[in-house]
């Protein structure tokens, strides 16, 4: 046999001749078969064409959706130096008290996904202020430090954030709202005890203004100047009267629980000060959290 009919010697044929093989065997099959032939392959492009316009849809479907939905509400819960130790004993205690077994669990238990680490940047013990300033800030910052990283440089909170994107923000506690924990959300201090600045900022005398639409607390003292005119209502040492600001700002102010049942539900900014300190009256913080969610369902 002559080399030249090996496999590796032989020249394909050009495109010419393998269209004439292909039409020379579809002249040999019977027409049935050959309009069968035709309609499958139809078929098939029709079912092609039907997915592929079908993933096109849900595709478009689903990132229009994704990018025009936002969540409604998001509520962060803090209780302040509540940690696992305090989870076990009143855990161990709900057990007891209920004559339950060991396994049974709290109403908080089966949402607990996780834990974090708020020690500070300068101590293995974190106060209010470094522990909630990793809440609001995503970092670790010196005990007493406020909405500061470790050098003192202004970290921007996710309240800021929120209230930068367009959502109305709120906070309602049961302390002063100068204190170090709803401090660290809308303030900016180097130490937890500059109060009287700290009210200054949450009125909106800071350079991002404004960034709490509803603030219910106490802590009144630290809005009005120490003169005889406020008397025991005013701690501040200058003349700045920060409930007044905030009314020329367009913000209602309620000082009374009275006086706070008779403000309109679509009343916003609302600020609450219904202390000097820090209330006592808790019974009523049930009401300000009633008020908040009517506000901003």
């Not at 409930?243 to 020329?248: R, V």
Request: aromatic share 8%; net charge negative; charged share 20%.
């Amino acid at each position: 046999m002559s080399s030249s009919n090996h496999w590796y010697n032989r020249v394909p044929p050009d495109e010419t001749e393998e269209d004439d093989l292909e039409n020379a065997a579809a002249d040999r099959l019977p027409p049935l078969l050959r309009r069968l032939t035709v309609r499958s392959s139809l078929l098939a492009f029709f079912i092609t064409l039907s997915i592929v316009l079908t993933l096109l849809v849900l595709i478009t479907f689903l990132t229009a959706n994704r990018i025009s939905s936002k969540p409604r509400f998001v509520i962060l819960m803090v209780s302040d130096g509540m940690g696992p130790a305090s989870l076990s004993l009143a855990r161990t205690f709900h057990q007891f008290i209920t004559n339950s077994t060991y396994s049974t669990q709290l109403p908080l238990d089966p949402y607990l996904v996780g834990s974090s680490r708020t020690r500070s940047s300068d101590s293995l013990i974190t106060d209010s202020a470094a522990g909630a300033t990793a809440f609001s800030c995503g970092l670790k910052t010196h005990n007493r430090a406020i909405g500061v990283d470790h050098s003192y440089t202004p970290c921007g909170t996710v309240l800021e954030a929120a209230h930068l994107q367009g959502y109305l923000t709120g906070m309602v506690v049961t302390s002063s709202v100068t204190d170090a924990t709803p401090a660290s959300f809308a303030s900016h201090v180097r130490d937890r005890f500059l109060e009287h600045e700290i009210a200054l900022q949450l009125v909106g005398e800071t350079a991002l203004g404004r960034s709490v639409d509803l603030l219910l607390g106490g802590g009144r003292c630290h809005f009005l100047p120490n003169d005889g005119e406020y008397g025991e209502w005013g701690c501040r040492d200058d003349d700045k009267d920060l409930l007044e600001l905030a009314k020329n700002n367009g913000v209602t102010v309620v000082l009374t629980k009275s006086g706070l049942e008779t403000v309109p539900i679509d009343t916003l900014p609302l600020l609450g000060l219904f202390a000097a300190g820090v209330p006592f009256y808790l019974p009523t913080y049930a009401s300000w959290l009633i008020v908040a969610f009517e506000v901003f369902y």
